[in-house]
């Protein structure tokens, strides 16, 4: 059987038309001769005639080894090579190729030549090189899918254009997408990605046997990463004059040792500390910072290390505010305690305000950190639904038991789900603090077992329905003050009344950090920062925002601002529904009526920092009738071979050196018949 050549573009074959130049210019240059009259020089003629036919015979040897010279580069060109099997080559109009370009951000590691994401361009332009004309592409990437088919410059253009994304697809995402994006027609799917873990969801992919599909792993040199894994306080909120201790979580993900790294804590663009740590490695360290509030305000907060060359997990990014004073206003109805204004009013920190429940209407509610009811036995159905307004947009409620019955307000308490008074005891004493609440976090410097803690003469047993905290409890376990997070504030309960003839409270040191910490507590359920590609609510301090006026997100280097779309969920949380619109990590201000009234921060998924892969044998055992090909990044020729084997999935024998060697050989012959004098 004889071999038979093909040519994997033959569209190059319209070069042989260069035949013709070296033709016309050989007519051309056909030397004519001149007649010259001598005397009797007989022997010349012979002796001329055979120059002349020596010089015919050079000049056609010449014009044919140029013609085999440009003949050579031609078919070079058209890629020859030999099918012994005399398959036929795949039909433009029915082949249809699927590429799956990983550009997630751990494509930013480094192979050998540059960047792995570069690397793998490099690769799949070498592969959309090889398909013939007509044959129809489309391209997958972390980004959203989309069902345009596109020509081998349209990919190849949109390759080259291709960044890295903060966006990353499990494996089966990208198989689904696929099967999709081919339909009923058999295609071909080549996936080129370093295959991390993470994403190698194999238990939730669903293959197709009408789908070929070719794995391509490229593998980074650099297999070690060092990154922030997330901040914390030690406060569960925030106040100005305040010492706040923030911990730094620093993972260490290689199999190295790190000495001496630099961690950066910068407020408000003031570098706070730079310190130094060693980290073990495949471990976590933290890191611990303490700093002084001086400002009310916003604080903007960046911790950071350096590591190379993954980068994109160096930042972390957190962000909190202070009010200049923390308003607390005092509802009563017969009578008041005058040791709640003592205690705040001698406090620049605070702003005192009594005012009868009645009144209650009156007053704008989302100014108030804590309003406190105290001695009140019933509420109306109008007063009823502001604070449970006030409460569910972030407001701190603290109810104070009524000398006479408290079945009305309890009626409000069930309706919230609340702890609720029961029946009446006297004489017990506070035997417990809950030290690990938010409430009295840091309030102690160490427990002591002796310590004396307020008397009660009397008291409501109080109940505890699910989700209630137990603050304070005495030697029976009778819960003595509870708290419930409802919305995005904290309603407290006492058992007992804060009068003096009946606790001696308002006289314990316990009554000055347990009062002014819960009107502090507004900050304690806001976060300080948010993780990008998440379904996470993202909301705003609600004390600051107003109806009805639009809201405009803003980048804090002016980089950047889009305006957002907002809701008002069932708890009264302002939430901010398109913020996918953000696509960099940073710091973000939140302006209402050219007022910054917040600041959010959002960070990077971490998943992407973790160094850890599937290797060709794992994929082999999950696709045992896939093609898996690990790609040599520090040898580009041989991962050229290596693509028109797969492209062309045949025995097929390349004869494009041959005939470039050939091309060499004529044009050294051609110079040596050149340079030969006629004897």
């Not at 916003?298 to 290390?305: D, L, P, V």
Request: aromatic share 10%.
């Amino acid at each position: 059987m004889l071999l038979q050549i093909q040519f994997l573009h033959p569209e190059f074959l319209y070069g042989l038309t260069l035949l013709t130049v070296p033709i016309v210019l050989h007519l051309f240059s056909l030397r004519r001769y001149k007649k010259v009259y001598f005397s009797n020089f007989n022997f010349l003629e012979a002796l001329q005639q055979q120059r002349k036919n020596s010089s015919r015979l050079k000049n056609l040897l010449l014009l044919l080894l140029r013609l085999a010279i440009i003949s050579c580069i031609v078919l070079a060109f058209a890629t020859p090579y030999i099918n012994p099997e005399h398959k036929l080559p795949t039909q433009p109009e029915t082949n249809q190729v699927i590429i799956y370009a990983d550009n997630s951000f751990s494509m930013s590691n480094t192979g050998s030549r540059g960047t792995l994401l570069e690397e793998s361009k490099k690769y799949l332009f070498d592969i959309i090189n090889n398909y013939p004309n007509g044959t129809r592409f489309r391209l997958l990437t972390n980004e959203a899918a989309n069902d345009l088919v596109l020509t081998k410059e349209q990919i190849a253009n949109a390759l080259g254009e291709l960044k890295i994304t903060p966006d990353t697809k499990p494996l089966s995402q990208v198989i689904k997408e696929s099967r999709e994006l081919k339909g009923r027609q058999p295609a071909t799917l080549f996936i080129i990605s370093d295959f991390q873990k993470k994403n190698c969801d194999f238990q939730h992919i669903v293959q197709d046997s009408t789908m070929e599909t070719i794995f391509l792993v490229i593998k980074p040199e650099n297999q070690s990463n060092v990154y922030i894994n997330g901040v914390n306080f030690d406060q569960a909120f925030h106040q100005k004059n305040q010492n706040d201790k923030i911990h730094i979580s620093v993972i260490n993900a290689s199999d190295r040792e790190f000495h001496n790294l630099p961690v950066t804590l910068t407020i408000n663009g003031k570098k706070k500390s730079i310190s130094q740590i060693d980290i073990p490695a495949r471990s976590e360290k933290k890191i611990s910072i303490s700093y002084l509030n001086t400002d009310d305000g916003f604080y903007k907060g960046i911790a950071e290390i350096t590591d190379f060359p993954v980068v994109f997990d160096n930042k972390f990014f957190f962000s909190y505010g202070i009010h200049p004073k923390t308003n607390i206003g005092y509802l009563w109805q017969k009578e008041t305690n005058p040791y709640f204004a003592k205690l705040f009013s001698d406090s620049t920190t605070f702003h005192f305000t009594t005012f009868p429940v009645n009144q209650l209407a009156t007053q704008n509610l989302s100014c108030y950190n804590l309003l406190i009811l105290d001695n009140i036995p019933t509420l109306s159905s109008g007063v009823e639904s502001l604070l449970q307004e006030y409460l569910l947009n972030g407001g701190n409620l603290f109810f104070i038991p009524p000398a006479d019955s408290p079945e009305n307000l309890n009626r409000f308490l069930q309706k919230l789900q609340a702890p609720q008074w029961t029946q009446k005891d006297t004489n017990t004493t506070i035997t417990h603090l809950e030290t690990q609440a938010s409430l009295f976090k840091n309030v102690l410097e160490q427990e002591d077992a002796k310590a004396v803690l307020p008397r009660i003469r009397h008291f409501y047993v109080l109940s505890t329905p699910t989700g209630t905290e137990k603050l304070l409890t005495d030697k029976k376990n009778h819960t003595l003050l509870a708290a419930k997070t409802l919305g995005k504030g904290n309603l407290y309960v006492s058992a007992f009344n804060f009068n003096p003839d009946n606790s001696d409270m308002v006289y314990h040191p316990l009554f000055v950090p347990l009062m002014a910490n819960m009107a502090c507590q507004v900050n304690s359920a806001l976060n300080t920062s948010y993780q990008l590609n998440t379904e996470q609510n993202v909301t705003i301090r609600t004390r600051n925002y107003q109806e009805n006026i639009p809201l405009k997100i803003q980048r804090d280097d002016r980089s950047f601002e889009f305006i957002p779309d907002i809701r008002k969920n069932f708890s009264g949380e302002i939430t901010l529904t398109n913020c996918n619109n953000i696509r960099d990590a940073g710091l973000y201000e939140v302006i209402q009526d050219n007022q910054v009234i917040d600041v959010l921060a959002w960070n990077y998924d971490r998943t992407e920092s973790r160094m850890e892969f599937c290797n060709e044998k794992e994929l082999q055992q999950q696709f045992p009738q896939a093609r898996i090909e690990n790609i040599k990044t520090t040898q580009m020729d041989q991962n050229s071979n290596l693509v028109k084997e797969i492209v062309l999935q045949d025995n097929n024998k390349y004869l494009t050196f041959w005939f470039i060697l050939l091309a060499v050989a004529f044009l050294l012959a051609e110079q040596i018949v050149w340079k030969r004098k006629l004897n």
